[in-house]
């Protein structure tokens, strides 16, 4: 079974500050993704990388950056949080057409 | 623009009924449709799939039934169960594309014991 993980479940952080939420795949899958959702706006793609050190941008890439050093690590960065970024935060690691989820982290910006 | 629509927001069926959830999109060169289950504060889990070269797929209580024609999906769920209470994601992607998959806003449903 795939499984792909991320550090926190709950983060609650405040306006200002650095965020780092990681996520971590086990099936040496290249690409990963980073997802907001908000109700009634769905999935929403921040970044994605289809390789080491590769990242490419998605829908509403703006104020985050992502980082990936190793293959099975993504890292998506909040340089300076705000409220409106206070979200579900779910990472995706990608095999063939299927996605694999992580269980989500809901940060909370205050 | 939103390539990939589900204009139900929400749905809700009786326990033992047919629940069917409909998804239309609009590039024609997608080729490849997945269904996805979200519980809250749970990731979205994989559900069924559906390439374009079929127009049926089937397992156990799903059905997803793709109309090429008038760019439409839909996932039928029998019988439906108060377990299936969740929301749902059509996604969309194609082969030479990016790497991406095109999401559509989901739909609640829920099932009524």
């Known amino acids: 079974d795939v499984k792909v993980t991320q550090s926190s479940r709950y983060l609650v952080k405040r306006t200002g500050e650095k965020v780092f939420l990681e996520c971590v795949q086990d099936m040496d899958h290249e690409n990963m993704f980073w997802y907001r959702q908000d109700p009634g706006l769905g999935l929403r793609l921040i970044y994605f990388?289809?390789?080491?050190?590769?990242?490419e941008k998605g829908d509403i890439p703006e104020g985050y950056s992502v980082s990936r050093e190793k293959k099975e690590r993504f890292s998506l960065i909040l340089e300076s949080a705000s409220t409106n970024q206070t979200s579900m935060y779910l990472c995706?690691?990608?095999?063939?057409?299927?996605?694999?989820f992580g269980p989500g982290t809901r940060l909370t910006v205050t | 623009d939103q390539q990939v629509k589900q204009n139900s927001p929400s749905l809700s069926v009786q326990e033992g009924r047919i629940s069917i959830l409909n998804c239309d999109y609009t590039n024609s060169m997608f080729d490849y449709f997945l269904w996805y289950k979200k519980y809250p504060a749970e990731g979205p889990t994989f559900l069924i799939s559906i390439s374009s070269i079929k127009d049926k797929n089937e397992d156990g209580r799903f059905t997803v039934f793709l109309n090429k024609s008038a760019k439409h999906l839909s996932l039928h769920i029998v019988p439906s169960q108060p377990g299936d209470s969740a929301v749902y994601f059509c996604?969309?992607?194609?082969?030479?594309?990016?790497?991406?998959?095109?999401f559509g806003k989901g739909t609640k449903l829920t099932v009524n014991p």
């Open positions: 995706a690691s990608k095999k063939q057409y299927e996605q694999y």
């Open positions: 996604a969309a992607s194609y082969e030479g594309g990016s790497e991406k998959l095109v």
């Open positions: 990388s289809y390789d080491v050190k590769m990242k």
